[in-house]
């Protein structure tokens, strides 16, 4: 993981996502960071996460990794060189409380191990054709809870990157999780999280839930 520079995470991407959680739709990309330090494999072992903050939430996401430096107008084919299938996991108890504060959401989002992730796949061709060739989906003890396409998202892949680069800046190894579809919800101690690309499995992990 160490090869990844930047985790960029866009929120409400998804309108049903948006409404199950009682969100208004925003008008521009909505992002927020992780650290690297949350980054962790979905390689089949097991993911410890943090117990006594709350219900801890899974949010599946199509993940693309930058392999060049952005410059305004740079398409995606110019600029996206892999994708991976991660997990944007959110202390949701915690996440309400910082809002009502108007505080920032790091302490819900950016966590040790809040950012599981299968392995990076290679684009060989056109990426938006390739991207839009198949869903993904997240089952949770061999039950499919999420399923998403990209032509579903609110802020097409192209917008956001010309909003990350244009705003942030990018470049090669940064990543972008870029929102989850609808049917989040709660993680149990013991969980078997995997995540398909079509009907291939490419990630999974067991979660356990342990005290820091």
């Not at 409404?19 to 960071?33: D, K, Y």
């Not at 940064?174 to 995540?195: H, K, N, S, Y």
């Amino acid at each position: 993981m160490n090869e990844i520079r930047n985790i960029y995470c866009v929120g409400r991407n998804y309108r049903l996502h948006a409404a199950e959680l009682g969100n208004e739709i925003p008008e521009s990309p909505l992002i927020f960071l992780k650290p690297t330090h949350a980054l962790v494999p979905m390689d089949g072992g097991v993911i410890e996460l943090p117990a006594d903050h709350g219900a801890i939430h899974y949010e599946a996401e199509l993940v693309i990794r930058i392999g060049g430096a952005f410059v305004p107008g740079a398409s995606v084919s110019e600029l996206i060189d892999a994708f991976a299938l991660g997990l944007d996991l959110t202390l949701r108890d915690l996440q309400h409380e910082l809002k009502s504060k108007q505080h920032p959401w790091l302490a819900a989002k950016g966590f040790r191990h809040a950012a599981p992730i299968t392995k990076f796949h290679q684009l060989t061709g056109d990426p938006m054709r390739e991207l839009s060739a198949c869903s993904y989906s997240l089952r949770i003890n061999g039950e499919e809870r999420q399923r998403g396409q990209i032509d579903e998202m609110i802020f097409g892949l192209d917008q956001l990157i010309q909003h990350i680069g244009s705003f942030y800046g990018l470049g090669p190894g940064d990543v972008i999780f870029t929102g989850t579809p609808a049917g989040v919800g709660p993680i149990e101690d013991g969980d078997l999280m995997e995540l398909y690309w079509g009907e291939e499995l490419i990630g999974s992990a067991r979660m356990r839930i342990a005290s820091s």
